[in-house]
């Protein structure tokens, strides 16, 4: 299928350690978003990207955390020296071209479980 | 600020009975209002939206929810749900002319019982 897709499903890391999780948006899509969701919440907005620019970083939490998108299509979210609060299912989604009217398509996401 | 209430955290129902999900938002400024659900193992999909227009509206699979501007309410209702409506349903706000990023509610899981 030609969905969102996030690489890894699941990934298990020591408190203190660097990650990095993938995002493989649908193609043409010039919009891509990341949001966190922690047990038992909604997802909740981290950062979004217009083309290879980050138009809204927001919701980042701290400058631990940290998201690329070099060539406009995949990006990356870095999260340094991780924390077990940091445990989540990290969502990635993409839309055709941003703004509120464009409708967001989400990937299965990453677990990230902080020991 | 924005935010998002979701009043229920599970709503348990016997197949064929109806079903209302609730959803209170908080806003200054015009928003536009979504319901996502998230079936088991599966990611987030919409299901329907309100953006302006008809103050209900209406998903493929019989789910309706209506705009209560004076309530500040985006209730989601089936007349009569099945066994494959079991899922996670979140409520969400954005800002109109906005980035389109999206405000969740915390989710209200309905569990249909045959």
């Known amino acids: 299928g030609a969905g969102v897709s996030q690489t890894p499903s699941n990934k298990v890391t020591e408190k203190g350690k660097y990650v990095e999780l993938r995002c493989d948006p649908i193609s043409g899509h010039t919009a891509l978003y990341w949001y966190r969701q922690s047990l038992g919440q909604g997802p909740e907005f981290l950062i979004y990207?217009?083309?290879?620019?980050?138009?809204?970083d927001s919701g980042l939490p701290n400058d631990r955390f940290f998201a690329v998108r070099p060539e406009g299509s995949v990006s990356t979210l870095k999260i340094q020296r991780t924390e077990r609060g940091d445990s989540a299912v990290y969502l990635c989604?993409?839309?055709?071209?941003?703004?509120?009217?464009?409708?967001?398509?989400f990937g299965p996401g990453t677990r990230l479980t902080v020991l | 600020a924005q935010s998002v209430t979701q009043l229920d955290s599970q709503v348990p129902v016997f197949e064929e009975a109806p079903v209302e999900l609730r959803c209170n938002y908080s806003s200054s400024v015009s928003v536009y209002l979504f319901w996502y659900v998230q079936y088991p193992n599966q990611g987030l999909q919409l299901l329907l939206k309100?953006?302006?227009?008809?103050?209900l509206v209406e998903s493929i699979n019989g789910f309706e929810a209506e705009f209560n501007k004076s309530q500040t309410s985006f209730h989601l209702r089936k007349p009569s749900v099945h066994i494959s409506d079991t899922a996670e349903y979140f409520c969400a706000t954005a800002r109109s002319g906005n980035t389109g990023k999206l405000i969740f509610g915390q989710g209200t899981t309905l569990q249909v019982k045959p």
């Open positions: 309100y953006l302006s227009g008809s103050t």
């Open positions: 989604a993409s839309s055709l071209k941003g703004g509120t009217l464009a409708e967001q398509f």
């Open positions: 990207f217009q083309g290879t620019g980050a138009a809204d």
